[in-house]
């Protein structure tokens, strides 16, 4: 053999053994990722991901304990690997994992590390000229940019994926879209623009059979009813909501319904209700691995255990939640002392 052929075929032999290793790798993550993703969200729509390879290992999970220890271990390895798939041109696999990430980084509040990887998704998914894929990580992107308040930079990523989500007829995106689109006006105080989006995304659910949205819808409902002062229609709209949850077996939705129940009754002049429901939800989001929603209702049973005139038990709430709070977002619990300097004490 020439010289020259030779070393062609060298390199030739490294570049394709590299390829199949990168794909053996990335089919890895990205399997691994969606078996413990239907374990933290079992109700959550479904994508369809790449095809793994005879050779790729697929890490099995006892169950949600198991699944949470997993992507807590991997969580740099993760983002490097949605990092790789991007520059290797692995297109498929960059959007997808970040898709797989989303659930553990929304219950973790890596909004950051979420905002990036979907970034880095949506310049995968714009090269594959997919427009379903384009709609799921728009819809991710922007879920991340409401939960760091960055809601006008939100709303357009969700008006181009409600267009996909419609043009290609997946009803169940449409109507998930709906529902982001109303907690970006409810995050600006805008609930009537809410209603109006909370009430298309149960429309759409109903009419798509689709009962976990449906009864999300309920809560989401509910809840914009309540901020704006009608309070019968919210607590039958958040009731249905969290019985709904429970039968279909949904604890992480029941317990955000549980504390919709727990502010609507506090909104009634009913502490005994609202403290009830607010442990509830508690509890359930601890039990879930969701630290910063579990420091959300204690900041809430806080203040209902205050207007009760219970201070001890209401400075002890505020704690917990603080605590929380600094282990995840420091500059969240940060701003949460600055407006409301009487729970740090």
């Given at each position: 053999m020439h010289d020259l052929v030779r070393l062609y075929a060298a390199e030739l032999a490294r570049t394709v053994e590299s390829a199949a290793a990168s794909r053996r790798l990335l089919g890895h993550y990205l399997h691994t990722a969606c078996a413990a993703d239907r374990l933290l969200a079992p109700h959550r729509g479904r994508i369809e991901p790449v095809p793994a390879a005879p050779d790729v290992t697929v890490t099995?999970?006892?169950?949600?304990?198991?699944?949470?220890?997993?992507?807590?271990?991997?969580?740099?390895?993760?983002?490097?690997?949605?990092?790789?798939?991007?520059?290797s041109a692995l297109d498929p696999y960059a959007w997808q994992l970040a898709w797989a990430l989303n659930t553990f980084f929304n219950r973790r509040s890596h909004w950051r590390d979420c905002v990036q990887t979907n970034e880095t998704a949506l310049a995968a998914a714009l090269r594959l000229a997919d427009p379903a894929a384009e709609a799921h990580v728009r819809r991710g992107l922007a879920y991340a940019y409401t939960c760091l308040?960055?809601?006008?930079?939100?709303?357009?990523h969700l008006r181009r994926a409600l267009a996909l989500f419609v043009s290609v007829g997946d009803r169940i995106g449409e109507a998930d879209t709906h529902r982001n689109l109303?907690?970006?006006?409810?995050?600006?105080?805008?609930?009537?623009?809410?209603?109006?989006?909370?009430?298309?995304?149960?429309?759409?659910?109903?009419a798509a059979r689709y009962r976990c949205g449906e009864a999300s819808a309920l809560n989401a409902v509910g809840w914009f009813h309540a901020h704006l002062d009608n309070l019968a229609d919210a607590l039958s709209y958040c009731g249905r909501a969290a019985a709904l949850h429970h039968e279909i077996g949904d604890p992480h939705n029941e317990a955000a319904a549980l504390d919709s129940l727990g502010y609507i009754h506090r909104r009634l002049g009913q502490p005994d209700a609202a403290v009830r429901h607010y442990r509830a939800a508690c509890a359930l989001f601890r039990e879930l691995g969701d630290r910063y929603e579990e420091a959300e209702s204690l900041l809430s049973l806080g203040d209902t255990h205050a207007e009760a005139g219970d201070t001890g038990a209401a400075r002890a709430a505020w704690r917990d939640a603080l605590h929380i709070l600094d282990a995840l977002d420091p500059p969240e619990a940060d701003r949460i002392r600055t407006r409301l300097p009487v729970r740090s004490g």
């Open positions: 099995g999970f006892a169950g949600h304990e198991e699944a949470l220890a997993w992507f807590t271990a991997e969580h740099v390895a993760l983002l490097a690997a949605v990092r790789q798939a991007e520059r308040n960055r809601n006008t930079e939100a709303e357009p109303a907690r970006v006006y409810a995050r600006q105080h805008r609930y009537r623009p809410a209603l109006h989006h909370a009430e298309r995304a149960l429309s759409v659910y109903q």
